[in-house]
């Protein structure tokens, strides 16, 4: 292909770019299969050019096409910096639109309701708020990735954006200058759209009015960061209920009924009665706090009778505020929208009262057949028996009545969970149920058991779909990552990276370390790491598998900074955002960061400020998790081996990710270690080991020393910190 070759229009645009013999061949290879309508699973290694090699092939061929990605910060790049360097190099006339969730955009209703409110947190807050309020004013686009003054996590931005359940649409004042209608417009209407997964999917399983729309007009869908996606999936095709959910509900209606329907009902009762009902709610899930992860699936819950009957004291004050809230919708869109919310949340929480398979979602009642002594079932019976039975009566009070013509529009028989199925054997069809806890949150998750069905039905024919990434395979085997998805079609391919790994890196396995469950593991770790910290000068990304882990590899190394004398600055994991310590670590000259799973990829520092990567232990995935556990009991009903089928492909691709940390660029160096003799001694250490990069490997501790000495620029050979 004349794009990519010597002299051709991208190096002739892009200074730098040099022609890649595996960029080529994947382009090609991606150009046939948007040519044939195809799949296509491709893994191409750290340097390959993999976007440019799809980019192009994408654009060349025409039509409309649908770019997701595993992050936010890619999309980004791709939007502001990849696209339209090639679309001035290539001279094509293609429109690129870029499509974010809701929660991404200033709403103007919400930021107008919060400029009014007077109960801001913080003079912080504040100033924030008028920030948000002069930038709303300023931009075209309302993303708040645009306004760095105000942090993207700071808590404003969820007063000030809407979502999904809040959202007026067409009946809001500031529909016309919406931001998110205007992005969804623009996604419409254009040639090259680009989406993260978490929309992408969230999009689909909500059936909302953004990826739906978008997905059936695309020929060609690029997945980047594929690797991502079976995560993604469980999550977002899967559904929750949080505390904050119930409590934003409890706090809109409060607001809306006051604001427009006052003398309807009590609603700051009803408001109550809904915050209480969560209060209660969260007490009764208290003992998972103190469970491993904070953690615990539904049938392990110990205290089932409690739980079910605060489940159904929420779905019961719920429906009190939200029959009258509907009942008086037609006075203001604002309470329209949270009568429509109302059922939604029912419907979500239903499952947790019904077994999680009820065959028809019931509406609340307030009787006590639910106390807790009956069964789930017997309480999804009584539920379905009292429909009549909840007064909204008592709690109109003394207020005038509203006209019952409204009530019809709250529905007796919210609709049925996604778990409900007549085909309960099928395990795709299975269900996982869990609680988490944590200081100041609940959430009541379910998943599906397997994501096959529900991700591969949205794949239109005729429709091309390429997924890349550097990490899909185990040791060139897709099996894994196609089952997941349900792509048992597709072709697949391996594109290595052209990088030196022989001579440019080390991998190290040291001896001596002891075995991972021993309870000195990680201060063996540790004496271990010292010398190769010593011998690198810092410059160093430690990778742990736990948080616990996190926490005490860096104390014990600040301990040893401040008796040695290191003078090199130490960050670690949750004592500041993600962003701002990867921007600190890369500007700190012979820094060390310590970090947990959210730093296993996506982070690409090239040069000499990162030449050692460790990690600590091999990355199974926690036997807590509850999707994870309930897929290996399935796997071992079956008469499957769960360690062969998922933990180690898992394991695999996890270390890869940990690995590709480390060689960035063609001049990059360094050497990484795996403190898990695992990784050398097992049978199966020999799966994991020959799916990373060609390392030159050692388990000497004197080689390890040696190559930092053999590779340091000699201004640095004098420098002890």
Not at 153 to 173: F, K, M, P, Q, Y
Not at 232 to 253: E, I, K, M, N
Not at 516 to 524: E, I, N, R, T, Y
Not at 707 to 716: C, I, K, Q, S
Request: hydrophobic content about 40%.
């Amino acid at each position: 292909m004349a794009v990519f070759a010597q002299g051709g229009p991208l190096q002739r645009a892009m200074p730098g770019y040099s022609p890649r013999a595996q960029q080529l061949e994947l382009s090609c290879c991606i150009g046939e299969a948007i040519a044939e309508r195809g799949t296509l699973v491709a893994e191409a290694g750290t340097g390959t050019g993999k976007t440019f090699a799809y980019l192009v092939p994408a654009l060349l061929h025409g039509g409309k096409v649908l770019i997701s990605t595993g992050t936010k910060t890619l999309q980004d790049q791709l939007f502001t910096r990849d696209l339209p360097s090639l679309r001035a190099a290539l001279a094509l006339p293609v429109t690129v639109a870029l499509l974010k969730g809701r929660g991404n955009y200033v709403c103007h209703h919400h930021l107008e309701m919060t400029l009014h409110d007077s109960r801001l947190a913080s003079r912080t807050e504040v100033a924030q708020l008028r920030k948000i309020e002069v930038f709303s004013k300023q931009t075209r686009r309302g993303d708040k990735a645009d306004l760095a003054d105000v942090p993207e996590n700071a808590e404003i931005w969820n007063r000030v954006t809407s979502t999904r359940d809040n959202c007026l649409g067409s009946e809001c004042s500031f529909y016309r200058d919406c931001f998110v209608m205007r992005a969804r417009k623009e996604a419409l209407e254009a040639d090259v759209v680009v989406v993260n997964h978490a929309l992408f999917l969230a999009d689909l399983a909500l059936r909302d009015e953004g990826i739906s729309d978008l997905l059936p007009a695309a020929d060609t869908v690029v997945f980047d960061e594929a690797h991502q996606l079976p995560a993604a999936a469980t999550r977002f095709l899967g559904d929750s209920v949080s505390s904050h959910q119930l409590l934003d509900y409890a706090r809109d209606a409060t607001v809306a009924g006051l604001s427009h329907a006052r003398e309807s009902a009590d609603w700051v009762a009803l408001g109550q009665a809904v915050e209480q009902s969560a209060r209660i709610l969260r007490l009764a899930c208290a003992a998972v706090e103190k469970m491993p992860g904070q953690r615990c699936s539904i049938d392990a819950l110990p205290n089932r009778g409690e739980f079910g009957t605060s489940v159904q004291g929420v779905v019961d004050s719920i429906h009190k505020l939200g029959r009258i809230a509907a009942a008086a919708g037609s006075r203001h869109p604002d309470l329209e929208a949270i009568g429509r919310r109302g059922p939604e949340l029912i419907g979500r929480l239903a499952r947790w009262l019904a077994g999680g398979v009820p065959t028809a979602m019931t509406a609340p009642h307030t009787s006590d057949a639910a106390d807790g002594t009956a069964s789930d079932a017997e309480g999804g019976q009584a539920l379905a028996a009292n429909v009549q039975a909840t007064g909204q009566s008592a709690l109109l009070m003394d207020h005038p009545p509203i006209a019952p013509a409204a009530e019809s529009a709250w529905p007796d028989t919210p609709a049925a969970s996604p778990a409900s199925t007549d085909e309960a054997a099928d395990p795709d069809d299975e269900w996982v149920r869990w609680v988490e806890v944590g200081a100041n949150f609940m959430r009541l998750h379910a998943a599906p058991l397997s994501v096959a069905k529900l991700f591969s039905q949205h794949r239109r024919v005729g429709q091309a779909w390429i997924m890349t990434s550097a990490t899909l395979s185990v040791h060139g085997d897709f099996t894994h990552f196609t089952r997941q998805l349900g792509l048992y079609d597709a072709q697949t391919g391996c594109w290595e990276s052209p990088f030196d790994y022989a001579n440019q890196s080390l991998l190290y396995v040291p001896h001596g370390v002891p075995a991972p469950q021993d309870p000195a593991f990680l201060d063996g770790f540790v004496d271990a790491l010292l010398p190769l910290l010593e011998a690198s000068q810092g410059s160093a990304l430690i990778l742990c598998t736990t948080l616990r882990a996190v926490d005490r590899i860096a104390a014990r190394l600040q301990q040893v900074f401040e008796d040695r004398g290191w003078e090199w600055p130490l960050f670690r994991q949750g004592e500041r955002s993600r962003r701002e310590l990867l921007d600190r670590f890369r500007a700190s000259p012979h820094a060390v960061l310590v970090g947990s799973t959210s730093f296993w990829e996506g982070i690409d520092v090239p040069g000499d400020a990162l030449t050692l990567v460790a990690i600590d232990k091999l990355p199974f995935a926690p036997p807590d998790d509850p999707v994870i556990d309930a897929r290996i009991k399935a796997s071992k009903s079956r008469g499957g081996n769960p360690f062969f089928e998922y933990q180690l492909p898992e394991a695999a691709i996890a270390l890869k990710q940990g690995a590709g940390r480390l060689i960035r660029t063609e001049r990059d160096w360094g050497v990484l270690m795996v403190g898990d003799r695992r990784l050398v001694e097992k049978p199966y250490g020999k799966r994991l080991w020959r799916g990373l990069p060609p390392f030159r490997r050692t388990r000497s501790e004197d080689d390890a020393v040696g190559f930092f000495a053999a590779n340091r620029p000699l201004d640095e050979a004098d420098d002890k910190g």
